[in-house]
């Protein structure tokens, strides 16, 4: 079954080992933010340094594996149909709108809405790390300046996990206007056995 998280907003949920998560971008040019926490102990997380390292690439895709602080493997990416997903910059939050875009309202975010959805797994906003970055696209200089240019994901591009231990996993559909080229649009998601 292909659920949705509405525009802005995000979803928490417990996937088992040896199950797949299918990641769908339905109209093009969504990021979507997730991290994950072993369901069994959840001072153990997604780690982006860890990532890093081990797969010595800026870029994850199709191969690669999501580690966690503890230098275990989270999730294996089976398939990826974009090819742009990375760890280069953290969830937006209040305080990003604040200061990149000088906006003192209140604004969605997802760092908001990871920590608001795994509430229930009691999971609180200082254990919220580094998200993976599903379909963003961080461009760099050959000084090392980033700059976000508009997702190179199409409608219907998908991303596919398979979870190498039991997890609770938070997606959201993320809320920074760079990230989205500007707009707004649900990300869907399905549990495969």
């Known amino acids: ?109 997802c760092f908001e809405n990871l920590y608001v959805n795994l509430e229930k797994f009691k999971i609180e906003k200082d254990d919220i790390p580094t998200a993976f970055n599903i379909f963003m696209n961080v461009q760099w200089d050959n000084k090392g300046e980033l700059t976000v240019e508009a997702p190179l994901s199409k409608a219907g591009d998908y991303i596919v996990f398979e979870a190498l231990t039991d997890l609770i996993v938070a997606l959201t559909a993320c809320s920074a206007e760079d990230s989205n080229n500007g707009s707004f649009k649900p990300i869907h998601y399905e549990i495969l056995s």
């Open 1 to 109: 079954m292909v659920c949705e998280i509405k525009k802005q907003s995000g979803a928490a949920f417990s996937l088992k080992k040896g199950e797949k998560l299918k990641v769908i971008d339905p109209k093009g040019e969504q990021v979507s933010d997730m991290v994950l926490f072993n369901a069994h102990d959840t001072r153990e997380k997604i780690s982006s340094g860890k990532t890093l390292d081990f797969q010595e690439s800026l870029l994850i895709t199709k191969g690669d594996f999501l580690w966690s602080n503890r230098s275990n493997k989270m999730m294996k990416i089976l398939e990826d149909t974009n090819g742009r997903n990375d760890f280069l910059l953290a969830p937006c939050s209040p305080e990003t709108f604040q200061i990149m875009y000088d906006n003192s309202n209140y604004h969605p975010s």
